[in-house]
């Protein structure tokens, strides 16, 4: 297969300590009225009433929407648009979490466009550009600052859902570590695995043949070499700073390499996508109301052992960007080391074990298998091809416990 490579990301991507003090410039040259979308511990704190404070100098009106909370029900979305509305909004900026940062993005979203979130769900339903959006992550995990997803709790379908579309990128990313340092240890755990999880699918994902309509045919259309860059950078980054950014937060260095490495895992899944771990999430979190990092990082030794015979090189790639050595190991040696790192390295951060550890049953198996392959999305990602039964093995060996099992019943390699 030929070379290829496609990148979705902002117009402008700043990164580094203090570069939070360039919102005002850039937020003056796309709009007036600016609604600030965050949450409420993030609005009473001195560095976001600076910020504030900075664009009103500028001359940007501004007003706070600090209703965002957790996993993202559609009610906090309507509150937001309805903040926005009221205002006369021209621009949407987003300052928190994953959360803030995708009810930041739908808001823009229905700003401009009216309709109900659940008008848009699903690849390519966004009809236009969005109000102009500014992004400013304050932990190292989602990645949204770059991406063009949204993930919203529906009600009425039991489970998170997502709206993909390139128009959902913000314009501008400023990314100031400076802002993670009140991230307290299990937040930064939770958040950090969800990046190195980012990156570890971004780099399994299928490859497609690269027609040349394949950018409009797919949001997430699968590794390719500037994909495969950024997932790389982002595992070498996360596997070095994620275990010593949680034991202490003060470790600059750490908080640094961190928020780096979750970006860059950020613009690699932003276009080539995730897959079966993030799939199965879904459903365990519409159940266990457990944090969408807790779930997908459970997963993900678990899809890698059920991936390996479909991904070997690529998983021991990744082995060698976690720093492990290739010495007299075979590419199957190498791949397993991998899995055995990745699982490692979560279970020091207090990542559960299993998903039973998450609070599943054994009588939910069959259904979040089933509500896992309903993420078309994702399954169709997944390297190694997946139906409702491989889908329920793995689910159950996540359960289980039994990553072996996995290797045991690998079938047959891609060809």
Not at 223 to 230: G, I, Q, T, V, W
Not at 275 to 282: L, N, P, R, S, W
Not at 299 to 307: E, H, L
Request: with cysteine; hydrophobic share 45%.
């Amino acid at each position: 297969m030929s070379l290829f490579g496609l990148l979705r990301q902002p117009r402008n991507l700043v990164f580094g300590t203090g570069q939070r003090r360039a919102l005002p410039g850039y937020a003056r040259a796309l709009g007036q009225h600016a609604l600030i979308v965050t949450d409420a511990r993030l609005s009473a704190e001195a560095d976001f009433v600076q910020l504030v404070d900075a664009l009103r100098g500028a001359g940007v009106a501004t007003t706070v929407f600090d209703g965002t909370i957790p996993e993202l029900p559609l009610a906090c979305i309507d509150a937001a648009v309805e903040a926005g509305r009221a205002f006369g909004a021209d621009l949407v900026i987003g300052i928190g979490g994953g959360s803030c940062l995708d009810a930041a993005k739908v808001a823009a979203l229905l700003l401009a466009h009216d309709g109900r979130a659940s008008d848009y769900y699903g690849e390519f339903k966004v009809p236009g550009p969005v109000l102009p959006l500014i992004a400013l992550p304050t932990t190292a995990g989602t990645g949204s600052e770059v991406t063009p997803v949204a993930v919203i709790a529906d009600p009425d379908r039991a489970m998170k859902i997502g709206i993909a579309s390139p128009h959902l990128i913000s314009h501008t990313a400023i990314c100031d570590p400076e802002l993670t340092w009140s991230c307290p240890p299990g937040l930064t755990a939770i958040s950090g695995a969800d990046a190195l999880t980012h990156a570890i699918e971004a780099f399994t994902t299928l490859r497609r043949e690269p027609t040349g309509t394949i950018a409009h045919e797919h949001v997430f259309l699968g590794k390719n070499e500037l994909s495969d860059a950024y997932a790389l950078m982002a595992i070498r980054m996360i596997g070095s700073s994620l275990k010593r950014a949680v034991e202490d937060g003060s470790d600059r260095e750490a908080r640094e390499t961190m928020m780096l490495g979750s970006t860059a895992a950020g613009l690699a899944f932003g276009t080539a996508g995730t897959a079966a771990a993030h799939a199965v999430q879904y459903p365990i979190g519409a159940l266990t109301h457990t944090p969408h990092g807790a779930g997908v990082a459970a997963m993900m030794p678990y899809v890698m052992a059920f991936n390996q015979s479909h991904c070997e090189a690529e998983l021991a790639d990744i082995g060698e960007a976690l720093g492990l050595e290739r010495a007299r190991r075979s590419v199957a040696e190498r791949a397993s080391a991998a899995t055995d790192a990745v699982a490692e390295l979560f279970a020091a951060i207090g990542i559960p074990r299993s998903i039973a550890d998450l609070g599943v049953s054994q009588d939910q198996i069959g259904g979040i298998a089933e509500g896992a392959m309903a993420s078309a999305r994702l399954v169709k990602n997944n390297p190694r091809p997946l139906d409702l039964s491989s889908m329920t093995r793995l689910v159950q060996a996540a359960f289980d416990g039994d990553r072996a099992r996995l290797l045991a019943n690998a079938g047959e390699k891609r060809g």
